[in-house]
């Protein structure tokens, strides 16, 4: 065993048992990269990350290759969940090498953590025009070595644009809805109208961008996606939720991992959908995703876990796909329809199952080793999924579903926290690392859904308290906007922004996001100047990419809509506040009181004994309406 057996992240577990000297990330491993004067190897990845095992079968596991690596390098594994700092720096020097970036990352570094080489995922033998990853290795060493002058020249360049990216110019330009228009153009200049989606293979879902166009009215791009995504392939017919991305434009063959932010994200959207449409289909996919998320990924204490693997026993897909026969026998024949041909015999089902069918294969495939499970929870996974089982839970009205997210608020709050600042991770009762930005802005997010679906407002006041610790603790007082990382965090080579919103909202978009809404509840101008110098961070470029900022164009829509606050007295189990709140009110902010020291709720009462809705803008306020015909 090597030193990751002392850590925590199941991604490092896994390399627990490499021959390879594997360091995790620390001043360790540079100090020893100093007085040897040997390079850093830096390797990057996640548990539930396909290529990261190929990769570590076909070289971190064989001696050869590990006795190279350790003759050569000090090894440095990163679990880039854990870590997203570290990965956001390298990654960008990869994209600037290679032009393109993935996982699993194969970084080098001086020893003093400068990046000058580097690429993703390298083969045992030559291929596809790569080397062999030892071939690599003696060639990086090689140069390290004669050619130190051209190694600094080249680490200093990348170091410099690192930097150069982190200082992004706020835009003078002004921000109107004619950013909403362009986008759109663009969005469905791009749109697939065969599959959905926007763009070819690989798709991933766009869950950021679907929210927009659905505030937008956009119906035929948004529903158009959601019902690509929802056929099957991606989307598991028999267990519910989400995989990570299809290969293909057709949303049928999926990287099989399972992610906690992909089913937190898409369960808004599928259940925002229903609540425009009244399509019981998109209803059907948010039951069966949270019962998903809460059979497979729930922890004990509340929280949840970030992943399921791709792989069973070494094979991708193997759990999710079905033989003709298999499929012959549990659901009688005539159903090969249902087939769609994956790998090795097998398939993936795609189409429409009965409830019996899907019963019945469900029961059968429980019976099948499962993949993996990532079992660390994320403070900002934990958010977005907080965010969605309260806002299910209320419009659904499932007791149990709010009932988790305030046991796992708790969590949050809790083992996740030091009773002031956030803990980046927890896992098996440790937990871990300073709370990144987005750490911050997913859970005052899913604190202030929780408050709207309880009316409790602890959970409001905790919102408001961590949204404002976010800004004390990563806002750029010079430029606008915020660092991914604290102010009094490690220091990097370079302390970046991160700005775009794939796969999740960036740690900017949802605290822009937060800020206004907040904002708008506390009468704070300070609050909303700080959301607006994020979205003249991303003005110029919202046009040319909208997919990239979903998010923000979301913040951007609250902030230029017209403002509504609904401040409702009695609590959220009242006929009138079940009506206020029964609709897609998008920009409306919502505050449950009494509470004289929230502004908004400062002198809000019941009428006569009896519950009451307050319907303000900017604090003026209609005459309160108790009737909930009225509303």
């Given at each position: 065993?090597?030193?990751?057996?002392?850590?925590?992240?199941?991604?490092?577990?896994?390399?627990?048992?490499?021959?390879?000297?594997?360091?995790?990330?620390?001043?360790?491993a540079?100090?020893r990269?100093?007085?040897?004067?040997?390079?850093?190897?830096?390797?990057?990845?996640?548990?539930?990350?396909?290529?990261?095992?190929?990769?570590?079968?076909?070289?971190?596991?064989d001696?050869?290759?590990?006795?190279?690596?350790?003759?050569?390098?000090?090894?440095?594994k990163?679990?880039?969940?854990?870590?997203?700092?570290?990965?956001?720096?390298?990654?960008?020097?990869?994209?600037?090498?290679?032009?393109?970036?993935?996982?699993?990352?194969?970084?080098?570094?001086?020893?003093?953590?400068k990046?000058?080489?580097?690429?993703?995922?390298?083969?045992?033998?030559?291929?596809?025009?790569?080397?062999?990853?030892?071939?690599?290795?003696?060639?990086?060493?090689?140069?390290?070595?004669?050619?130190?002058?051209?190694?600094?020249?080249?680490?200093?360049?990348?170091?410099?644009?690192?930097?150069?990216?982190?200082?992004?110019?706020?835009?003078?330009?002004?921000?109107?809805?004619?950013?909403?228009?362009?986008?759109?153009?663009?969005?469905?200049?791009?749109?697939?109208?065969?599959?959905?989606?926007?763009?070819?293979?690989?798709?991933?879902?766009?869950?950021s961008?679907?929210?927009?166009?659905?505030?937008?009215?956009?119906?035929?791009?948004?529903?158009?996606?959601?019902?690509?995504?929802?056929?099957?392939?991606?989307?598991?017919?028999v267990?519910?939720?989400?995989?990570?991305?299809?290969?293909?434009?057709?949303?049928?063959?999926?990287?099989?991992?399972?992610?906690?932010?992909?089913?937190?994200?898409?369960?808004?959207?599928?259940?925002?959908?229903?609540?425009?449409?009244?399509?019981?289909?998109?209803?059907?996919?948010?039951?069966d995703?949270?019962?998903?998320?809460?059979?497979?990924?729930?922890?004990?204490?509340?929280?949840?876990?970030?992943a399921?693997?791709?792989?069973?026993?070494?094979?991708?897909?193997?759990?999710?796909?079905?033989?003709?026969?298999?499929?012959?026998?549990?659901?009688?024949?005539?159903?090969?329809?249902?087939?769609?041909?994956f790998?090795?015999?097998?398939?993936?089902?795609?189409?429409?199952?009965?409830p019996?069918?899907?019963?019945?294969?469900?029961?059968?495939?429980?019976?099948?080793?499962?993949?993996?499970?990532?079992?660390?929870?994320?403070?900002?996974?934990?958010?977005l999924?907080?965010?969605?089982?309260?806002?299910?839970?209320?419009?659904?009205?499932?007791?149990?579903?709010?009932?988790?997210?305030r046991?796992?608020?708790?969590?949050?709050?809790?083992?996740?926290?030091?009773?002031?600042?956030?803990?980046?991770?927890?896992?098996?009762?440790?937990?871990?690392g300073?709370?990144?930005?987005?750490?911050?802005?997913?859970?005052?997010?899913?604190?202030?859904?929780?408050?709207?679906?309880?009316?409790?407002?602890?959970?409001?006041?905790?919102?408001?308290?961590?949204?404002?610790?976010?800004?004390?603790?990563?806002?750029?007082?010079?430029?606008?906007?915020?660092?991914?990382?604290?102010?009094?965090?490690?220091?990097?080579?370079?302390?970046?922004?991160?700005?775009?919103?794939?796969?999740?909202?960036?740690?900017?978009?949802?605290?822009?996001?937060?800020?206004?809404?907040?904002?708008?509840?506390?009468?704070?101008?300070?609050?909303?100047?700080?959301?607006?110098?994020?979205?003249r961070?991303?003005?110029?470029?919202?046009?040319?990419?909208?997919?990239?900022?979903?998010?923000?164009?979301?913040?951007?829509?609250?902030?230029l809509?017209?403002?509504?606050?609904?401040?409702?007295?009695?609590?959220?189990?009242?006929?009138?506040?079940?009506?206020?709140?029964?609709?897609?009110?998008?920009?409306?902010?919502?505050?449950?009181?009494?509470?004289?020291?929230?502004?908004?709720?400062?002198?809000?009462?019941?009428v006569?004994?009896?519950?009451?809705?307050y319907?303000?803008?900017?604090?003026?306020?209609?005459?309160?309406?108790?009737d909930?015909d009225?509303?």
């Open positions: 065993m090597n030193r990751l057996a002392q850590e925590t992240s199941p991604y490092l577990l896994q390399h627990a048992a490499n021959p390879v000297d594997w360091y995790a990330w620390g001043d360790e540079f100090a990269a100093r007085s040897e004067d040997k390079p850093i190897l830096l390797s990057i990845g996640y548990a539930a990350c396909h290529w990261c095992h190929v990769m570590e079968r076909e070289s971190f596991e001696e050869a290759t590990a006795q190279l690596m350790n003759e050569l390098f000090v090894s440095v990163v679990d880039r969940e854990e870590r997203p700092d570290v990965d956001a720096v390298y990654m960008e020097a990869v994209q600037s090498l290679t032009g393109q970036g993935g996982w699993p990352m194969t970084m080098f570094l001086t020893p003093d953590g990046p000058f080489f580097g690429g993703t995922y390298y083969p045992p033998e030559p291929r596809h025009g790569l080397p062999s990853f030892r071939q690599l290795l003696v060639a990086v060493a090689e140069a390290y070595r004669d050619r130190r002058d051209d190694i600094a020249k080249q680490a200093s360049a990348l170091v410099d644009s690192l930097q150069r990216s982190g200082r992004t110019t706020p835009s003078d330009e002004p921000l109107t809805g004619e950013l909403f228009a362009e986008a759109e153009r663009v969005l469905r200049a791009q749109y697939d109208p065969r599959w959905g989606g926007f763009g070819h293979a690989p798709k991933f879902p766009p869950a961008t679907i929210e927009f166009l659905l505030r937008r009215g956009v119906f035929d791009l948004a529903l158009g996606t959601l019902d690509g995504m929802r056929t099957g392939g991606m989307y598991d017919l267990g519910g939720g989400f995989h990570r991305y299809s290969v293909d434009a057709q949303w049928l063959v999926p990287h099989f991992e399972k992610m906690l932010y992909d089913n937190a994200l898409l369960v808004p959207a599928y259940l925002h959908a229903w609540v425009l449409t009244g399509e019981e289909s998109y209803r059907g996919v948010v039951d995703t949270i019962e998903y998320v809460l059979r497979e990924l729930r922890l004990e204490g509340g929280g949840f876990a970030s399921q693997d791709a792989d069973t026993d070494g094979v991708e897909g193997l759990t999710f796909t079905w033989t003709a026969e298999e499929l012959a026998a549990a659901i009688g024949p005539g159903r090969e329809e249902l087939l769609q041909p790998e090795h015999g097998r398939s993936i089902l795609r189409g429409r199952l009965t019996r069918e899907r019963a019945t294969l469900f029961a059968l495939r429980e019976q099948r080793p499962k993949p993996l499970r990532d079992d660390k929870a994320i403070a900002a996974w934990n958010g999924m907080l965010a969605a089982l309260a806002e299910s839970g209320r419009r659904l009205e499932h007791a149990d579903w709010v009932g988790a997210a046991e796992l608020a708790e969590f949050l709050l809790g083992p996740l926290s030091d009773g002031e600042r956030l803990h980046r991770t927890w896992r098996n009762g440790v937990a871990k300073t709370g990144y930005l987005e750490d911050y802005a997913n859970v005052a997010h899913g604190l202030y859904e929780l408050h709207v679906a309880t009316g409790e407002l602890r959970w409001l006041h905790e919102a408001h308290r961590l949204a404002r610790l976010a800004v004390e603790l990563f806002a750029d007082e010079e430029l606008g906007g915020f660092f991914l990382t604290p102010s009094d965090g490690e220091a990097l080579v370079a302390r970046q922004k991160d700005l775009d919103d794939n796969p999740t909202p960036s740690g900017n978009s949802m605290l822009a996001f937060v800020l206004l809404r907040l904002a708008r509840i506390w009468g704070d101008d300070e609050l909303e100047r700080r959301a607006v110098g994020v979205l961070l991303v003005r110029d470029v919202i046009p040319r990419a909208p997919t990239a900022f979903g998010w923000a164009l979301c913040a951007l829509d609250l902030q809509s017209p403002p509504q606050e609904l401040a409702i007295v009695g609590g959220p189990g009242s006929e009138v506040a079940r009506v206020a709140l029964r609709g897609f009110r998008a920009n409306a902010v919502v505050a449950f009181g009494p509470a004289d020291d929230i502004p908004l709720l400062e002198g809000r009462s019941l006569d004994g009896r519950p009451a809705v319907v303000c803008e900017r604090f003026a306020c209609r005459a309160p309406v108790t909930p009225l509303l």
